[in-house]
Nanobody, 125 residues
């Protein structure tokens, strides 16, 4: 099972930016769609952004469209989430995950097979 390690979380003021990274342990990572999810206290884990194996397709939750950008560097087995114009409601633990699909980008949790440990993002008002 592929191992995923997230980094880049932290504390930022509203309007600020953070860049999350997720590095996979296997080269086959580049074949598969990746996603970022987040979970705030007392809430369900929700889809944030996803990207196909080649990087040609991306999808975003409505709440982050225009503010977040997902990208990947397959040569480095890494997927990124650039988060701009952060809001207090973006505060959550952010998780990356890998699916078993290559060209399609699933939007639901159960389509993803392996998950990282999560990284905390806190946005102060």
């Amino acid at each position: 099972q592929v191992q995923l390690v997230e980094s880049g979380g932290g504390l930022v003021q509203a309007g600020g930016s953070l860049r999350l990274s997720c590095t996979a342990s296997e080269r086959t990572f580049s074949n598969y769609a990746m996603g970022w999810f987040r979970q705030a206290p007392g809430k369900e884990r929700e889809f944030v952004a996803g990207i196909s194996g080649s990087g040609s397709r991306t999808y975003y939750a409505d709440s982050v469209k225009g503010r977040f950008t997902i990208s990947r560097d397959n040569a480095k087995n890494t997927v990124f989430l650039q988060m701009n114009s952060l809001k207090p409601e973006d505060t959550a633990v952010y998780y990356c995950a890998v699916s078993g699909l290559r060209t399609m980008v699933p939007l639901t949790r159960n389509a993803y097979d392996s998950w990282g440990q999560g990284t905390q993002v806190t946005v102060s008002s």
